[in-house]
Nanobody
Framework: VQLQASGGGLVQAGGSLRLSCAAS????????MGWFRQAPGKEREFVAA????????VYADSVKGRFTISRDNAKNTVSLQMNSLKPEDTAVYYC???????????????????WGQGTQVTVSS
């Protein structure tokens, strides 16, 4: 599976960005796609995830109400709409994919088998 992330950039606090992740290659039976991020000097952390078939979504508390994850079946793409961005959202954002991840594990990095290359998001104050 290949994951290609795009859409990062520089934005002022309060602004918006939309990240996209295009998936290609192997077909999963029950795919889950997620976004994680890693700020300088910090560990990678969960942001949001979606179960492809049922559409269940999970969000980190820090982004709930500001970020929205969505999927486009026709394009095999998952997007992350980020609104009301804060300087603390600055990080490299990674998309990830896995198969058959149960709801309780969707926040866990180790549940995902495939990772994109990352895209930088910088929010200035």
């Amino acid at each position: 599976v290949q994951l290609q992330a795009s859409g990062g950039g520089l934005v002022q606090a309060g602004g918006s960005l939309r990240l996209s992740c295009a998936a290609s290659g192997r077909t999963f039976s029950n795919p889950v796609m997620g976004w994680f991020r890693q700020a300088p000097g910090k560990e990678r952390e969960f942001v949001a995830a979606v179960r492809w078939r049922l559409g269940n979504t999970v969000y980190a508390d820090s982004v709930k109400g500001r970020f929205t994850i969505s999927r486009d079946n026709a394009k095999n793409t998952v997007s992350l709409q980020m609104n009301s961005l804060k300087p603390e959202d600055t990080a490299v954002y990674y998309c990830a994919a896995g198969d058959g991840i149960i709801l309780s594990m969707m926040r866990l990095e180790r549940a995902y088998n495939y990772w994109g290359q990352g895209t930088q998001v910088t929010v200035s104050s």
